[in-house]
């Protein structure tokens, strides 16, 4: 039997999937994945959720509930946040960086090669040499791909927007002047693109900032993209990375222990269903806030690790109170992290 999180590896991402665990009661550290409402996975020794399909299919939102007089963790999982960047320009670079910095998979298409090898030298994990006609016929996008056009000219500009608008996506964003955009959305209209959907085109791209170099334009797109992407929230914890170091035993290998924000209450770092996973060897993946917070986690984690026994854990960190000012809390907020060893 496969492993949830060899079955989360492998789920569409554009299907409603949601991991429940309960987080205590006599089925504590029991889990499920249901994917658009149907049961497809359930931890082995415990049925719980099988003998409560009516009530799990009904929790569709990350949040903690109750069931059967059980508290439950339920959490929505999406795809992992793919930019796409069309152009390699100048512009292009701080992107890239940016992005990867920000958790993006990031795919650049550019169809000059001294482009495209300084795209790949900025990190970019793919990049597509070819026309952009054909590079965006290997995007197959989704509800978490995020389009950027930024390319060195109009009519490049409106083959990529031509070919994205007929994409599922999350988000586009086209550079250039006023008219220049006008132009271009004027002329794919004209041709029969859908003017509903060139209406959610941002662009000129980019929140106003005032930006004039490469870099304070990246920031503002990527600040751009950050308010949409946080307004949509979307937002898993179950990374490629993160499930890449869970399945994969060569990656320091033995007991892993892997944390999750559960529950908050007022201010506090990160959202609900934030992860971090705790290797044999002290290294991290992922972080649920840093400070002193994850530095009291990553002890109980480490203990956990030495300890002979594979039983979940629930740690309450209260981030008010002089106690917690004095440790550089600031936040003010309540959080339960759960701690499972994986």
């Not at 009661?25 to 415990?46: C, R, V, Y």
């Not at 300084?118 to 054909?134: L, P």
């Not at 900032?209 to 751009?224: D, F, K, L, Q, R």
């Not at 907020?333 to 759960?338: C, K, N, P, Y």
Request: charged content about 25%; some cysteine; aromatic content about 6%.
């Amino acid at each position: 039997m496969k492993s949830l999180y060899e079955v989360l590896r492998e789920l569409d991402g554009n299907h409603c999937n949601v991991v429940h665990t309960v987080i205590d009661g006599p089925h504590f550290g029991a889990k499920a994945l249901f994917s658009n409402g149907t049961l497809i996975w359930e931890s082995p020794e415990s049925p719980f959720f099988g003998q409560h399909i009516s009530e799990a299919q009904t929790l569709q939102k990350t949040g903690t509930y109750s069931v059967d007089g059980e508290r439950v963790f339920s959490e929505v999982v999406w795809h992992e946040r793919h930019l796409v960047i069309c152009g390699g320009g100048h512009v292009s670079i701080p992107v890239i960086t940016m992005g990867l910095m920000l958790g993006f998979r990031v795919t650049v298409l550019e169809d000059r090669p001294k482009f495209a090898n300084d795209a790949q030298r900025a990190g970019a994990a793919e990049v597509i040499c070819n026309s952009f006609e054909a590079g965006l016929e290997q995007i197959p996008g989704d509800q978490d791909t995020f389009f950027v056009i930024v390319t060195r000219g109009h009519r490049y500009d409106k083959t990529c927007l031509e070919a994205i608008i007929k994409k599922e996506h999350a988000y586009i964003g086209m550079i250039g002047s006023k008219l220049r955009v006008k132009n271009v959305i004027e002329g794919l209209i004209e041709n029969g693109a859908d003017a509903e959907v060139l209406k959610e085109v941002h662009s000129p791209i980019g929140l106003a900032i005032g930006a004039e170099t490469p870099e304070e334009i990246g920031v503002s797109i990527m600040a751009e993209i950050i308010q949409v992407k946080n307004e949509r929230n979307r937002d898993s914890g179950y990374t490629k990375k993160l499930l890449r170091a869970i399945i994969d035993q060569e990656v320091d290998g033995g007991r892993k222990i892997l944390t999750t924000i559960v529950s908050r209450k007022g201010s506090a770092p990160r959202g609900l269903g934030t992860k971090m996973l705790i290797l044999p060897g002290g290294e991290c993946v992922g972080t649920i806030g840093g400070g002193c917070v994850e530095a009291d986690i990553f002890r109980k984690g480490m203990r956990m690790l030495l300890a002979d026994t594979n039983e979940p854990q629930i740690c309450k960190v209260d981030m008010t109170g002089q106690d917690a000012e004095e440790d550089g809390m600031v936040c003010g907020g309540v959080v339960d992290i759960l701690l499972e060893v994986v």
